[in-house]
């Protein structure tokens, strides 16, 4: 075990150096830089801009250049926010993480409790509901929810702010600053689980039905176990095991922010770098978060191959 | 029976409709202002500020620098902490700021500036003529990467400066602490704007600064120092922006103690400011949105023309576009009015020339409207030498009449290029739409690799920013056109205003019947304000900020 | 929650007697399959749903009296009616119409997008998991290199491309839709991967292999049948995700190029609050039409899976 997850890890920095190399190519590939997008300089302003920000370059040496820097622990400078990627990551990240992180713990509970309570009764009523629901909130797009939880909970009932962390002005210290916060996180919070809950809701749901036609199932429900300790104890742990898998790919998920719900929320996230960098074309910041992104997601798979490890000895690791 | 009566109302309806559009396009230069119906029904969240107004903001980037930022949410920020030495009206004329007066010498090269007795930065420092030489030096630094290209406006020695040369700009002289002259090398409207921006502190800014090294400078983007009617206080990243009021603001404290940006988006701004928490907003303008913003009862609304306008670029480059009457049939032949009454239902127009109503510019009358006639349109194009082909498609050597349109994803285009597609269509023209982001289409079209390229201009100051990138040096879809060289850099170097809206008014003409571009829309911006604050006086080239120092809570 | 479980074992109960019933039947196991498949009514119901559907998006627009594209100012935005059955967008045009061709596009991406994520995850995830070893640590690591790749940068570029070599956009969201399926079977082939990984240690697979059973015999006859649920659930929420993902990529002019319509940019260009609010006829149509197609092809799925359990 111990070998294995060493040659993981040492495994993870080829692999770390390969996807930094394709990526900075394609973000060289794409059409037009940080200085084309502004319409108004003239052509010789242009090119002394270039120049400074050295994109007059070849890519291979700029390639290089961003390596050398990162190989000093440096990610670079923002163009287009003109401080440290890392500091401008540290601005943002962390407000969409307390957001992912609140809402992956409400969701893989909510998904797994209704997932398993429909297996139990396949094609009941309440498994026909809970189908139905899921696929008519995947049907719509994110921001339909959005407005329409808006519309009740905010503007019509007013119990709940409209968007934003803080009330506008607001200087709350202490609890009164916690309490702030976690109303203004109601609305997000409820939108990204109603969203995220339907699929996972289906894959407990798929796999709890096969655990519980498990021959070690059959056994216990044959040694008379109550029908309670049947699904808890023994389907569930089998039941479980496939989704393991899906619990590695929220790792980088719980720093990327959703695009479209903090956005609609004005939850100061960072889920707006995306869109802004790359319609930007601001390099630095775009190498730094996606690679960032990247080491989360080789960390979050390997993780989930040890946990799936532990969790069922009968795997054999290699 | 039933079905009559019914297509009857719909008739009268339409005709309604219509009517509103036309009727807006006559009125085109008015500009419009709805008191709120019924401030009793302020929100509680707004009755219970008393010392604060919030104002909105879309996508502050943090670099509160007026020559530094990268983007236009940022310059809002700073021209609230900044002020200039020479402001604009709401024409978009020069007006006097932190400058008491200017002069310029007869063969307009040497700007003589002199300042209000006694200005003071908002930390109580004294601001002088030193700080204005600073911040031109400034500029001209050779490592200085933002938006101001102070080299358009020529002043004397500073190339030499730029280029390592010169220890200081030879063309900037203190006289005493309340005069400054500039002296430059060729005449220019854009100079006076350039030169008379916002001002920075020698003491502050120039502590961290020397030559070539600009980090000092950017790190102080964080912590601004301006003499404008409101001090900075806080960022919150993604949230909002504090300020409180300036005692050293030239015209007096503003009334208000506090003022606040609040970042807001699209979606949900509307939501935001009819639950109270904005007190300012501005909206996309339609129907819908003024109807709710009229059903509040305690919005004060204001509608007044902007001065962008939307376009669509021919590319010279490519020979079938050369033929002056192709350009002239694709401008006959687009449904215009159409697209206007679509998008800004009433508060827009069928754009003309390169200026928008509400500058001091604007002048159609005898510029072609290319009103919209499809009849013409088919007969310039026979003119051409383009027949009617067996698929409905024009074909002139064996070459079939497709054009390629860049297009970014956005309401104006999706609703432009099915109307293009059809009213082109039935002129015998097909059009191949091409979508993509902004930053690609800008690669795009300088690559040449395109027929027409639609997109808006930013926000218009000075005429001259219309015209500008049809100059045969500074074109890139390839316009000469020697006639037009000659009027844009006239009535660029001349700067009496009459003289100056004359020359334009000639050069618009001889642009209408050369066309470079296929004028598309004016349109006019939304605003709302809280019935609460008295003194919201908004204009396209000021925003609210000649406002801040005038705004009251009404009790 | 007891007589929940009571509930449980009755109808357990009435199981036993059902698999006693089927012992006596002697059918190929594919044949009972598909026998099972015919007498199941909901499969035939989602079958028919599915059918009409691609029916109507076929033949429907050649049948309605609006052209797709004319756009008419004076009834922008008109309720449905008796002219315009589902009413007008902002353009004057016919809803119905642009609904029915819309749906040639969406339906046919969803369908070939998920399709090809599948095919792709799951082969990849059964050779891995299967054979292990040298097999296993290439495709997995591969994968993770795939997964590090930011898709909206390669998508923009793969624009500028197509648009390069004058590929006919009405074809160019096939190409990308190719695109995001060669990007995203990973997540399907790590759960597949995990799930072989686990069952190929369980008794019944030890029990083939004590028999003897071929290689292919214990793949495609024990092992990979037990991985269909996750399959199934995989393919319906991708056909879903591919359908409205396509509104988003032709924000990033990736999608299809308006005028064409498509489910996801007709919801898409509805995004106002006061539209959302007051004209339900713009978004309704195209979210229940994906409602309808998710549902369908779900049902379809679980019937499917019913049909084909060895355990069952």
Redesign the interface.
Known sequence: MRQFILRRVLLMFPTLLGASAVIFFIFALTPGDFVDGSISLSPERALELKALYGLDHPAWQRYLHWLWQLAHGDLGFSLQYQIPVTELLDRYVWNSFLLASVVLVLYWGLSLLIGVTAAVRPHSWYDRLVTLLVFAAMSFPVFFLCLLLIKWFAVDLAWLPVGGMIATGSESRGWAHVLEVAAHMVLPVLTLVMLQAGSLTRYFRASMLEALALDCVRTARAKGLKERTVVFKHALRNGLLPVITLLGFELPGLFSGAIVTEKLFNWPGAGHIHIDTLAARDYPVLMGFTLFLAVLTILGNLLADIAYALADPRIRIR | MG?IR?ARR?LLL?AM??GLGTMAAAQAAEEGSLRASDPSRLPAAARA?HD?V?SAIS?P???FNPY?F??GWDENVTQVIFANLVGLDRQGRPVPQLAESWQVSRDNLVYTFKLRPNLKFSDGSPLTASDVEFTLTLLHDP?Y?G?T?I??ANIKGGADYKAGRAGTISGIKVLDPRTIRITTTEAGAVTLPLIGGPVLSRAYYGKNYTPGHLDGV?TQ??RPLGAGPYVYDKY?????V?FHANPYYYAGKPPVP?F?Y????D??K???F??G??DNDRF?INK??IE?LKSLGFANIDIYNSSDYSLVEFNLKKPYLKDVRVRQALIYGLDRQ?LV??VYQGYGSVATEAVAPGSWAYDPSGVNPYAYNPARARTLLDQAGWKVGADGIRVKDGQRLTLTLLA??KLL???L???A??SYKAIGVEL?????????L???R?AG?YDLAT?ST?LINDPN?GVHDFLTS?SVNGYHNPQVDRLTVEANATLDLKRRKQLYHQLYQVLAGDPPVIYLAYRKVLSASSARISGFTPDIYNGIITSLPHLKIVK | MRSYFNGRRRRRQAELEALAGTLGRTRSPLGDAVWRLRHSRPALLALAVLGLMVLACVFGPWLTPWQLDSTDALLSNSAPSARHWLGTDFLGRDILTRLLVAGRISLSVGFVSVLLSVLLGYTAGALAGYLGGIVDALIMRFADLLMTIPSLPLLIIMGAVLSELKVDPDYRIYMVMLMLSLLSWTSLARIVRGQILSLRERDFMLATEVLGLSTRRRLFRHLLPNTVPLLIVAATMGVAGAILNESYLSYLGLGVVPPTPSWGNMMDTANSFVDFQRRPWLWMPPGLAIFCTVIAINVLGDCLRDAIDPKR
């Open positions: 079905g019914f719909r339409a409709v219509w500020r604060v919030v996508e980037q943090g670099i530094l990268h983007n490592k990467d938006e290209d080299s358009l950017r983007s964080a919150i990243p993604g949230q909002e504090r506090f606040i609040r970042i807001t988006s979606a949900t509307l939501q935001l009819q639950t928490e904005v996309s819908d949105n709710q159409k009454d679509v970014t994803r285009t999706d609703a290029i099915p109307i597609k059809e191949r739409p091409e979508v993509s982001d902004f930053n690609a800008l690669a795009k300088k690799h997109f930013s920013e500074q």
